[in-house]
């Protein structure tokens, strides 16, 4: 498995795996727009030119928000989830970020006990936050003193 910067070339399998995972999706245009921002960060973790899973990051000077986390589904439970997740938190603070905020839908468990697993703590609820279905979003964030 490689880990690298999202580039453009990576558009169509990654909107595959976002059309795949969410009820509303990110578009294509969506995604283009982050990639030429200089406050993002988005990886990628591929295989044989196959992209297996992608995650984002916004950064605003020692803060960042993760916009998404996604693993194929007929890749997932084998810690490529977890493997974004410290590489994106490493490369964040390499680049000064310490604290990372992000939302999750409150009945993602598998998603919770990964941010968890990697120094999140839950900080509350933000209430109908997601659509098709409607959830509540658990809001978490990485302090610092969880590095």
């Given amino acids: 498995m490689i880990l690298r910067e999202m580039l453009i070339d990576d558009l169509e399998q990654v909107m595959e795996i976002e059309r795949e995972l969410f009820h509303v999706p990110w578009t294509r245009e969506g995604f283009f727009t982050f990639l ?5 960060m988005f990886l990628v973790v591929e295989e044989k030119e196959q992209i ?28 490529i989830g977890n493997f974004l997740m410290e590489s994106l938190i490493r490369l964040a603070a390499e680049r000064g970020v310490t604290t990372i905020h992000l939302e999750v839908r409150v009945g993602n468990d598998r998603a919770i006990r990964l941010y968890e697993r990697n120094g999140f703590t ?3 609820i933000r209430k109908g936050y997601y659509s098709d279905p ?7 964030t990485r302090h610092p003193e969880n590095n």
């Fill in 122 to 124: 839950r900080d509350g």
């Fill in 36 to 40: 030429t921002r200089e406050d993002a």
């Fill in 52 to 79: 297996l899973g992608y995650c984002g990051l916004l950064m605003v000077l020692d803060e960042g928000d993760i916009t998404n986390v996604a693993v194929r589904r007929d890749r997932q439970k084998e810690g």
């Fill in 134 to 140: 409607t959830e509540d979003a658990l809001l978490m």
